[in-house]
């Protein structure tokens, strides 16, 4: 895929989208997604990793808190988690931005003068 792993769950950018990342609470059951190195797969329980598999991601570790056996809350907390951590852009998807002139360069005539 395009690494899609890449954008899951970078919980340091969770500020700028206003949401958590890649948690979800739904009832009893909390999903987290955390990328993993391309190559990993998808290290999850076996109900997450379908869900994830369908989703086409492809490397990324997850972490299940509370009661994982009512397995309706575990796949709707999986769809949540998923679709709040796609809020992220990788640089590879991020819109090219101008780099502004140094200010040394804007005012290395001024600067020279100062001597």
């Known amino acids: 895929g395009l690494g899609v792993s890449l954008v899951i769950c970078l919980s340091w950018l969770a500020a700028a989208c206003g949401s958590e990342g890649g948690l979800s609470w739904v009832g009893s059951v909390s999903v987290r997604l955390i990328p993993a190195p391309r190559g990993t797969g998808i ?23 509370g009661s994982s056996r009512t397995l309706g809350n575990l796949c709707k907390a999986t769809a949540s988690a998923l679709a ?20 040394v360069a804007q005012h290395s005539a001024f600067l020279a003068k100062a001597k």
């Open 43 to 65: 290290v999850a329980a076996p109900v997450v990793k379908k869900v994830l598999q369908y989703a086409g991601v492809e490397d990324v570790y997850t972490s299940v808190v």
């Open 84 to 103: 709040k951590s796609y809020c992220f852009l990788t640089p590879d998807l991020a819109a090219p931005t101008a780099v502004p002139e140094l200010l």
